[in-house]
């Protein structure tokens, strides 16, 4: 079965988890950059929960160019964020870090997805971090290659993806786990 390394994944495992499209609602041809535009979709801050009580360190890694376009702050993007931490915590889940590259995307700076340099930096706060025993969860073709080039499981939400293992949301890749 193509999907066997669900059935290992224990607390030894890191998640990591794109934000926009994954954890709150992606605004179509925006971005979110105040507090009162970021929405959780359906069922993640229980899922989030449950993936507390399952894996090791949760990472969120998010492309977050619209600072650099000028269309907010990073201290608006910090507040953001904190928000959505605050937020996860009183539900009873946890996210361990954010990493975001504020960089714009013709730039192709080394923290920005599809480039490896937020996995890396997330390893540097978590030394147990082992790429081979990690889970990225994403919505675009960059989270999956970001994934694929560092080695992980890819989980793809919201598309069909013949490569990966393909899930409507969070919370179905979560029930899956849970029903391992």
């Known amino acids: 079965m193509a999907e066997d ?3 290992k994944i224990d607390d030894s495992w890191t998640l990591f988890l794109d934000r926009d499209g994954v954890i709150n609602r992606k605004l179509q041809n925006d971005y979110v950059k105040h507090i009162d ?5 359906p069922e993640v801050l229980k899922s989030l929960e449950i993936c507390a009580n ?3 360190p949760i990472v969120v890694v998010t492309n977050q160019q619209g600072v650099g376009k000028g269309l907010m702050s ?3 993007l910090l507040g953001i964020h904190q928000f959505m931490l605050a937020e996860v ?4 889940g946890r996210i361990d870090a954010v990493q975001y590259c ?3 995307a013709k730039d192709n700076p080394p ?3 599809p480039n490896t340099g937020m996995a890396f930096n997330a390893r540097e706060k978590f030394p147990e971090i082992d790429f081979s025993r990690s889970v990225m969860v994403g919505d675009s073709v960059s989270d999956m290659e970001f994934g694929k080039r560092l080695g992980m499981q ?3 939400i919201g598309h069909s993806d013949p490569e990966h293992f393909s899930t409507p949301s969070l919370f179905h890749f979560v029930e899956r786990i849970s029903s391992k």
């Open 111 to 113: 923290c920005r997805k």
């Open 102 to 104: 504020t960089g714009l």
């Open 5 to 7: 390394w669900i059935q």
């Open 89 to 92: 915590f009183n539900h009873g």
């Open 37 to 41: 535009e970021f929405e959780f979709l």
């Open 54 to 56: 399952t894996f090791g």
């Open 154 to 156: 890819c989980v793809r």
């Open 74 to 76: 990073e201290n608006e």
